[in-house]
Structure formats: structure tokens, C-alpha cells
């Protein structure tokens, strides 16, 4: 006699698939890539390659010879892994650094919880967090490799706007001093490449990443929007009270990684919380602790360690902020 197998309702299947997903992220993802190819030439796409190749690498040996499971490398999820941990890193990185980070990123963030939809921390950001303690030198190295494309028209060197303005405050200069040392423009910063990550070069190239996703939507504007709005008025509360040391909120918005963090990482699925008001209070704590690190902490950037600290409170978030129940009650008379 069969068995009869049951399952708990509703028995609701949506046209969504873990490899769609993952694959209109990347597309999501691909303006940026190629802004960076653009002024960053070979270095973009060997980081990119390295980390998606490692990534799934990595993914398959896991499955296939050590837990002896499913192979789920063709859902993309390890490809995103990869792409995204390259976005993440200086453009000058060498490769072997990425092939760390990648094999960190999926190896112990993601395969030692046991795999997608099991792991507590962004693995793109272990990988990144790691790399940045082990290798702190190397990961702030902000020197432009050449680029096909714009041969002879950058520095060989560069830094941050936000490594700028960390050091010109700590060598006790105003914000308006090293404004006008550095010829720093907030429609430069909008329309062309800053100093940053590979993923950080262009802020418009982003948000068109962020309009394709929430148009197919992949994902809810609650986080993103949440972050952004938090950063804006928690920064914006400093520059009132101190212009001449803390910059103001549109050029915390326009540099760094917070853009690339709040669309395409504190957006996970599995690491972000659930319901809406979960997703509120979880993008309100990345962008205090991001300012609150930006502001006074040792690292001109605290996106990456803003996110996984809030990872770290989802399971609290989704017990005490549970998303309503399918269907409702319907009384009668």
C-alpha cells in the first residue's frame, strides 16, 4: 500500500525558481561590471572570472565528494557569490586574492551552515570581511589598473573619497578644506568613476540595477529604501551639528559601497528578514551602524560590517516580526 504524503497548505506553487532569481540578479548586476571593464580594463573581468569559477568550483567538490549531495550549482546562486564578492574588492587586487576570498565566501560562510537558504551571513561579505582582516594592505590598495578603453587618462594611483576625508579630518583639516584640496564634484561623483571597490565605479549604473530588480520584482524597496533614508537623515543629523567635520548626507550616498550594499547584499533572501516591518528595522540598524562606523570607527566604510552584524539579528527579527498569515479569517454575520 502507498503511502499517502502530505504537506502543509497552501498548496500555492509561484512561477519564481531559485535560478530565475539568481539570474535577473546578475543581469542586475551586469551595468556595473561593464562600467568597471570600462575603466578598469582586465582587472574587472579577472576578478570576475576568478570569483565566479572558484565560487562554483568550490560549490561542486562540497556536494559532490564531501557532503555527497545534490549538486545545485546550476541555480546560479554560487556564480552570484563570486561576481558579487569581485565587485566588493579594490580593482588593483590580484588574483589569488580573489580565489581566498571565493573559497572563504562559499567554503565556511555558506557550505558549513549547509548550504543555500541555510547560512546566517552574506558569503559575499565573509569573503570580503575576511580578506580585509587577513590582508588589510592589499585590500586598501587603491591603485587604477589601465583600461583599454581610457588609456593614460586616470592616475596610476588613487583613493577613496571617504579614505580622503577620514585622513584630512584626522590630520585636522575642515570639510570644506579637503573639498577644495581634492576638487571633489558630486556630479563627477554621479556621472563618472570614483574611488572604490570594482562594484562602487558608478552610482548610476547601480541604480539602474536597482529599477530592473524592483521592476521584475526580485526584490521589496522596503531595505534598500530603509537604508538609504536612514544613512541620509542619521549623517544629515552630525553635518547639522558639525558641518566643518562630517560630510553631508549626499556625499555619504554618493561614495562608498553603500549603494552596492543596501541594493544587491542587505537585499538577500536568505540573510534578511521576512516581513516588512523585520526589513524596516533591519535596514534602519545597517545604515546607523554604517554612519555610526564611517563617522568614529577605524575604517573610512562600515557597509560590509553593518550588514553582517544586522544578518545576525534576522532569526530575532522573523520570531518577533512575523509576516501575516495566508488568507484571513471571515466572520459571519
Known amino acids: 500500500m502507498k503511502k499517502l504524503l502530505v504537506s502543509p497548505a497552501p498548496h500555492l506553487h509561484g512561477k519564481e525558481s531559485t535560478r530565475g532569481l539568481m539570474r535577473d540578479v546578475i543581469i542586475a548586476l551586469s551595468p556595473s561590471l561593464l562600467v568597471s571593464i570600462y575603466f578598469f580594463g582586465f582587472s574587472a573581468i579577472k576578478l570576475a572570472f576568478v570569483g565566479v569559477i572558484t565560487c562554483v568550483l568550490v560549490e561542486y567538490v562540497i556536494q559532490k565528494y564531501i557532503t555527497k549531495s545534490k549538486v545545485c550549482v546550476n541555480d546560479y546562486s554560487a556564480a552570484l557569490t563570486g561576481l558579487l564578492l569581485a565587485l566588493n574588492l579594490p580593482p588593483s587586487s590580484p588574483w589569488w586574492i580573489m580565489l581566498i576570498g571565493s573559497i572563504v565566501a562559499i567554503g565556511v560562510a555558506k557550505m558549513s551552515f549547509g548550504g543555500l537558504g541555510q547560512n546566517v551571513f552574506n558569503p559575499a561579505l565573509v569573503g570580503r570581511v575576511f580578506l580585509l582582516v587577513s590582508f588589510p594592505v592589499i585590500m586598501t590598495d587603491w591603485s587604477i589598473p589601465s583600461s583599454w578603453f581610457r588609456a593614460g587618462a586616470d592616475a596610476t594611483t588613487g583613493a577613496t ?10 590630520n585636522g583639516l575642515t570639510m570644506d578644506q579637503i573639498f577644495a584640496e581634492n576638487n571633489f564634484s558630486y556630479l563627477e561623483m554621479l556621472f563618472s568613476k570614483i574611488g572604490g571597490s570594482v562594484g562602487e565605479v558608478s552610482i548610476l549604473a547601480l541604480l539602474l540595477g536597482l529599477a530592473y530588480l524592483l521592476i521584475r520584482k526580485v526584490i521589496r524597496p522596503h531595505i534598500p529604501v530603509t537604508i538609504i533614508a536612514t544613512v541620509v537623515v542619521f549623517s544629515g543629523i552630525f553635518w547639522v551639528l558639525d558641518p566643518s567635520h562630517y560630510p553631508d548626507p549626499l556625499f555619504n550616498l554618493l561614495t562608498g559601497g553603500i549603494l552596492l550594499g543596501a541594493i544587491f547584499m542587505a537585499t538577500d533572501y536568505v540573510t534578511s528578514p521576512m516581513s516588512s516591518r523585520g526589513m524596516i528595522i533591519y535596514g534602519i540598524g545597517i545604515g546607523v551602524i554604517t554612519v555610526l562606523i564611517r563617522n568614529f570607527g577605524a575604517y573610512p566604510e562600515g557597509i560590509s560590517f553593518a550588514i553582517l552584524i544586522m544578518n545576525a539579528t534576522v532569526p530575532l ?9 495566508f488568507g484571513k479569517e471571515v466572520k459571519n454575520g
Open 317 to 325: 527579527l522573523n520570531k518577533y516580526f512575523k509576516p501575516a498569515k
Open 161 to 170: 573619497p571617504l579614505a580622503i576625508v577620514k585622513e584630512g579630518l584626522s
